[in-house]
């Protein structure tokens, strides 16, 4: 693996490293590593462990991140390496996220040059996704710009869980973000997943109007699917962007978090709740279901939705077949 000195930390007395990329704000003796598994002191300076180490790279459609206002039927090169900065006991991903998956190192150059040949299969760029991208923090970085410089998209699929300033210094390269708000209460955040939810909210906040954004929740029973819950959670994206998307995505059993599935009774009350403030909400993860997305000037679909399989049926030119109005909150139609 290559060893490649960390952006964003304080060297402190007696060989200590105070690591300021996340919330975490990690205090590292030498030989210790943070809670991300990237980020280690090694005689007094911060080294990251994940540059360029890829464990997963393939073509996926965009509604698969899931964003489904941006760019609706693209695909886009997803690379995803090991590693989070959250401990969350529910982990979708926790065999890339918290165990030693095999990788394979690809440079940023050549991370472009896989996008550009993916151009001719309807791609529009790279997601950084899969892992948490952040804690590869300098690899996104050289990467996302080299392929800004081409005209190509990056999007990040994140927690969110990152602090201002290495945040604001990647953002000039990155076009769109899929944020996961995992729960509306700190004591979701304390209690499964080792973080904080003002943290991540203050991400959303520092986003909004700046890049496209999309938010997932992932519902789990007992713990994060209450009806007020879900209305303080939809009330404040609404505040911020009513048109903002909204994902409601169906718990299974995944890690150390044994929990019947939701229900698809609470996931469609979920979105019942939702879509009295916002405008557009969709369910993931439910058998069946249609994800439609309608014109919300009359109402008619624009976009009809199977899976992965989308189709513009009341687009035309970019506006509304029956109303004529252009959707601006549907990028790259």
Not at 23 to 39: A, F, I, N, S
Not at 86 to 102: D, E, R, T, V, Y
Not at 250 to 259: F, N, Q, T
Request: aromatic share 10%; hydrophobic share 35%.
């Amino acid at each position: 693996m290559a060893e490649i000195e960390a952006m964003y930390y304080e060297k402190k007395d007696k060989e200590l490293v105070h690591c300021l990329l996340c919330p975490q704000h990690c205090r590292l003796k030498d030989g210790q590593t943070g809670l991300c598994r990237v980020r280690t002191n090694h005689g007094g300076m911060l080294f990251t462990y994940n540059y360029g180490e890829i464990t997963s790279l393939a073509l996926d459609p965009i509604e698969k991140k899931p964003l489904f206002h941006y760019y609706p039927g693209s695909y886009i090169l997803s690379a995803g390496s090991f590693g989070c900065n959250l401990a969350c006991s529910f982990c979708q991903n926790f065999g890339i996220a918290h165990g030693k998956p095999a990788t394979h190192y690809i440079e940023p150059e050549i991370l472009l040059e896989y996008a550009r040949q993916s151009r001719n299969k309807d791609s529009i760029g790279v997601a950084f996704t899969y892992n948490e991208p952040s804690v590869g923090y300098e690899y996104v970085l050289a990467a996302s710009s080299l392929i800004h410089e081409q005209g190509l998209k990056n999007v990040l699929v994140t927690n969110g869980y990152i602090e201002k300033e290495p945040l604001e210094k990647l953002l000039p390269y990155i076009d769109a973000c899929n944020i996961d708000v995992k729960a509306f209460s700190d004591r979701f955040y304390a209690k499964l997943c080792h973080g904080r939810l003002e943290a991540v909210k203050a991400t959303v906040e520092r986003l909004i109007g700046r890049i496209h954004i999309e938010i997932t929740t992932l519902l789990i029973p007992e713990e994060n699917d209450g009806e007020d819950e879900i209305r303080e959670l939809s009330r404040w994206l609404a505040s911020l962007d009513p048109n903002i998307v909204l994902h409601l995505s169906r718990y299974y059993p995944a890690y150390k978090l044994d929990r019947p599935p939701t229900s698809e009774p609470v996931i469609k009350r979920a979105q019942e709740i939702a879509s009295e403030y916002l405008n557009f909400v969709y369910t993931g993860n439910l058998p069946d279901e249609a994800n439609n997305t309608y014109c919300h000037n009359c109402g008619q679909i624009l976009i009809k939705r199977n899976a992965y399989q989308v189709q513009f049926d009341g687009i035309k030119d970019g506006r509304c077949n029956f109303c004529k109005v252009k959707p601006g909150y549907i990028k790259g139609i």
